[in-house]
C-alpha cells in the first residue's frame, strides 16, 4: 500500500500563485505516473497534469501555459506551481501515483481562488 502525503494549497486572489506538493510513502524505483486531479463541486474528478517518472508531461487545456507540474525521483515527489489562477480553479486537489496497473490517491487539498 502507498500512500500519499500532500501539502500546500489555500486561498488565493486571482493572478495569485499557489504552490502543490506531493510525496509517496515508498520510494518507487519502476516505471509510474504521477500527477493531480481537481474536483469542483458539482463536477467530475478531472486530470490537471501529470508526469512521467521519465518527465514526459500531459496538462489539461485549460490550465496549460499557468500551471507547471514537476517531479523528484529521488523521493518519488510530484510538485504542481499554479500560476495565474482564475476563480474556476477552485476545487479540491488530489495527488495520485499509478504503477504496476495500480492507481493510489491522496487525501485531497482545497485550492480557493477568490478576492
Known amino acids: 500500500q502507498v500512500q500519499l502525503v500532500e501539502s500546500g494549497g489555500g486561498l488565493a486572489q486571482p493572478g495569485g500563485s499557489l504552490g502543490l506538493s506531493c510525496a509517496a510513502s515508498i520510494n518507487i524505483p519502476n516505471t509510474y505516473v504521477m500527477g493531480w486531479h481537481r474536483q469542483a463541486p458539482g463536477k467530475e474528478r478531472e486530470l490537471v497534469a501529470s508526469?512521467?517518472?521519465?518527465?514526459?508531461?500531459t496538462y489539461a487545456g485549460s490550465v496549460k501555459g499557468r500551471f507547471t507540474i514537476s517531479r523528484d525521483v529521488t523521493k518519488t515527489a510530484v510538485f504542481l506551481q499554479m500560476n495565474s489562477l482564475k476563480p474556476e480553479d477552485t476545487a479540491v486537489y488530489y495527488c495520485m501515483i499509478h504503477f504496476n496497473f495500480v492507481t493510489f490517491w491522496g487525501q485531497g487539498t482545497q485550492v480557493t481562488v477568490s478576492s
Open positions: 508526469i512521467s517518472r521519465g518527465g514526459s508531461t
